[in-house]
C-alpha cells in the first residue's frame, strides 16, 4: 500500500484547509485510514480516522472543526480542517491499517501552518 498525501499550507487563523491522501496498490486490504500529526518538538498524535463502513473518530481538541471523509471510488480519504487554530499547526500523515488494530502503512508528511 501505497499513501500519497497533499494539500498542507500555509493559512490564517480561523481559515480552512483539505487535506487529500490518495491510496494505490494492495488498497482492497485497508480497513482504516486515519490522520495524524507532529507539531514540533512533540510527540505524533492520531487527528482522525475512518472505518471501510464509515465509522468516524476524532481527537477531543479537533471535534467540531475537522471532518474526515473517504471516497473509495476515488481510494482517497480527506480531511476538512476549518475554524484552524495556531495550535493546530504541524506536519500531518495519512496512515492506513490493512492487518490487526495498528497502523502500518503511512504517507508521506504535509505541512499544515496556521498563523495567528
Known amino acids: 500500500v501505497q499513501l500519497q498525501a497533499s494539500g498542507g499550507g500555509l493559512v490564517q487563523a480561523g481559515g480552512s484547509l483539505r487535506l487529500s491522501c490518495a491510496a494505490s496498490?494492495?488498497?482492497?486490504?485497508?480497513?482504516?485510514m486515519g490522520w495524524y500529526r507532529q507539531a514540533p518538538g512533540k510527540r505524533r498524535e492520531p487527528v482522525a480516522g475512518?472505518?471501510?463502513?464509515?465509522?468516524?473518530t476524532y481527537r477531543g481538541s479537533v471535534k467540531g472543526r475537522f471532518t474526515i471523509s473517504r471516497d473509495n471510488a476515488k481510494n482517497t480519504v480527506y480531511l476538512q480542517m476549518n475554524s484552524l487554530k495556531p495550535e493546530d499547526t504541524a506536519v500531518y500523515y495519512c496512515?492506513?491499517?490493512?492487518?490487526?488494530?495498528?497502523?502500518?502503512?503511512w504517507g508521506q508528511g504535509t505541512q499544515v501552518t496556521v498563523s495567528s
Open positions: 496512515a492506513a491499517v490493512t492487518q490487526g488494530e495498528k497502523y502500518d502503512y
Open positions: 496498490g494492495s488498497i482492497f486490504s485497508i480497513n482504516v
Open positions: 475512518i472505518t471501510s463502513d464509515g465509522t468516524t
